[in-house]
């Protein structure tokens, strides 16, 4: 079986998704998915995150971006594949 692909996803979330516990249950997804990256508020009240490993574990990441934890209000979720860089050790939080 050959070498699992690793991919970069960089995904910017819009709603109602700061002060909702958004930032801390997507550590604790990615984690546990194994993804390495962080996540960060933004300004406009959205989050962006930058997601590095496995297609199929950044697939259900983004799975879950759309319902995020249960007071989350999510509009959009927007993803940009970008190239693997490694350069993450695990997933952080961003500021």
Same mark, same amino acid.
């Given at each position: 079986? +050959?070498? *699992?692909?690793?991919?970069? @996803?960089?995904?910017? !979330?819009? &709603?109602?998704?700061?002060? !909702?516990? #958004?930032?801390?249950?997507? %550590?604790?997804? @990615?984690?546990? /998915?194994?993804?390495? &990256?962080? %996540? ?5 009240? &959205?989050?962006?995150? %930058? ?6 574990? /950044?697939?259900? /990441?983004?799975?879950?971006?759309? *319902? +995020?934890?249960?007071? @989350?209000? =999510? &509009?959009? =979720?927007? =993803? ?5 860089? +490694? ?6 939080? @961003? #500021?």
């Amino acid at each position: 079986m +050959g070498r *699992e692909v690793m991919r970069r @996803a960089h995904i910017w !979330v819009s &709603g109602k998704v700061q002060g !909702v516990w #958004y930032r801390a249950t997507t %550590v604790e997804e @990615a984690r546990k /998915l194994r993804l390495t &990256g962080w %996540v960060k508020n933004l300004s406009d009240g &959205g989050v962006e995150i %930058v997601a590095e490993g496995p297609k199929e574990s /950044l697939d259900k /990441l983004i799975v879950w971006c759309h *319902e +995020g934890p249960p007071l @989350a209000i =999510v &509009g959009e =979720v927007r =993803v940009v594949w970008e190239p693997h860089t +490694g350069e993450f050790l695990n997933f952080t939080f @961003a #500021y």
